[in-house]
């Protein structure tokens, strides 16, 4: 008990004696307010939870079964053997939902991974140099930012051919523009500090500034703009998988799995429902995370 | 801005102060709405040449002799640097030219025409419902800071959010027509119906309404209500919450307290006064929020089998049918970057400092 105490007394001190200390003081109190908000701490069980889904899905169910075809087996109710029915093809639809959740991770994570990079080093050099090079590299966000996105990932993803990969392309190449106009002002706001200046007064490169300065000074805003586009991210390409340009069967995508219910929908309507709702309740638990993390972000800065 | 401009605003009466501004910013936003057409353009031309379809064997077939092939390669122009391919591209679809579709054997011009005005009907709809109750919404919302009003309109918005419009559409369907049969299933009409009114605007609505035939327009509006409503319940989620984060922003300037302490009613203040102030800054919303509606339109229209823009495309997709694809990217994208330059052009008209900062 006094352990805890003392734990909390160290990580709330007002008068941090190591920088070590201070962030992760800074961390804790983040955690607090985050911890206060219903909503946010639902949001961020069920992204625990679905992320736990993901890994333990072979674990728990064999990867074979998620497109272990039973014809016998087609279109049951929910029952003791499946809990929440089976498709047209006699497949287990928990499991493959569950299956699913991978999908949908390693989707939102290959975007999340082209975007950040993409997006920070088109608006990073905009806003630190300015003048022309800003113009051009803004225009060129501008213009993929007028874009409609889905009808553009559509676009793309028929040009590049339906699957997963080029899924993700399409998506990535639609998201970008926002990250690059939040890292654009982020620094812009940090340009003329003088911490900045002191570094520039020591000989470091400008690379060097951006980098070790600037960077890390943005990912907050960045990685709270991304928990809130991951509910995007997944709805637009369950919406690809949905009109058959994203992952093929019979990958277990969630947005196929409710295209392939369609045809069902009146006599076995839990075929195409199913999926749907994994897709609704994980996007709300990213948006619902993304709010609350944004919350507390403004109740430090206010 | 150049010393001549600020020169100018400074000697000038009021009237060209008050315009200069804006007068210059649509000049600049002409140029940037120009620069993103083309980028538009590029774009869309850009994927027709990465697409693996050789457009070529996509018109002899792949029994033609090669002398044929190279002849119509020859003929589609695809022997040209990509520059000029790309000047020739531009040239036509600033005529309009957009090729023809592989399946209709139409102009894709004719085709997106004639689809069009279903999506703008079906959008037009669930904007409607969208605005008429998202604002209201999302003002009671702000009143109501943090009490139970605030929490349930923010959830519910928050629900739209968060909701695949596919499977709504797929549950409303499965509800609303299969189980309660309260209203039509998929398409614009009852097959009866079809062909029965001439075709004016495209929106069945009106039309049946200018040719004053009842059961047409009663039919149309019971296959439209579903699909409106389903979209209009996400444009709604965005422009409650718009709204909602306006008006906080609206009720704690000063003036508001200096009028409630005149003695106006709270309503009166509210819903006028502040409101009032917001407008502007929804207008732009309302015009995002109609872009976005297109979008949705693709996935509404595909569960409806609703014969508009989404549709059209999406079957184009799976025939390989490239010239309609794109034809139907860049219609919405121009649609798109339209009311982004409304949007754009309304901002600084109303609100000053939007007018200094440009």
New interface residues.
Partial sequence: MTDTVAWRGWLLDPAPASRRQARLGRWYRAWMAFRRNG?AMTGLAIVLALVLMAIVAPLIADPASANLQVLEDRLQPWSSAHWVGTDELGRDILVRVLFGARITLTIVALVSLIVVPIGLSIGLPAGYFGGWIDAVLM??T???L???????A???A????PGIENAVIAIALTTWPPYARLARAETLTRRRSEFIEAAELQGASHLRIILTQIVPLCLPSVIIRLTLDM?GII?TA??LG????GAQPPAAEW?AM??SG?QV??DQ?WV??VP??A??VT??G???LG?GLRDVADSRSA | MTAAAAEAARTSDGWARRFAGPVRHAAKLLFSVALTFLGLTCVTFFIGRVIPIDPVLAIVGDKASIETYNRVRIEIGLDQPIPVQYWRYLTKVLHGDFGVSVITARPVLDDLLRVFPATIELSMFALIIGVVLGIPLGVVAATHRGRWQDQVIRFASLLGYSMPVFWLGLIGLLTFYAKLGWVEGPGRLDIGFDDIVPTVTGLLTVDSLIEGDSDVFWNSISHLVLPSSILGYLSLAYVARMTRSFMLGQLKQEYILATLAKGLSPFRVVWVHALGNVWVQLVTVIALTFGSLLEGAVLTETVFAWPGLGLYMKNSLFNADLNAVLGGTMLVGVVYIGLNMLSDLLYPLVDPRAREQR
Avoid: C
């Fill in positions: 909503l225009r060129i501008d213009i993929f007028s874009f409609p996105r889905l009808v553009l559509l676009a793309f028929a040009a590049l051919g509910a709805l369950a919406g949905f009109l058959g340009l947005g409710v295209s369609r929908l009146l309507w195409a429902t749907g709702l897709i609704f996007s709300l990213f948006n619902l709010d």
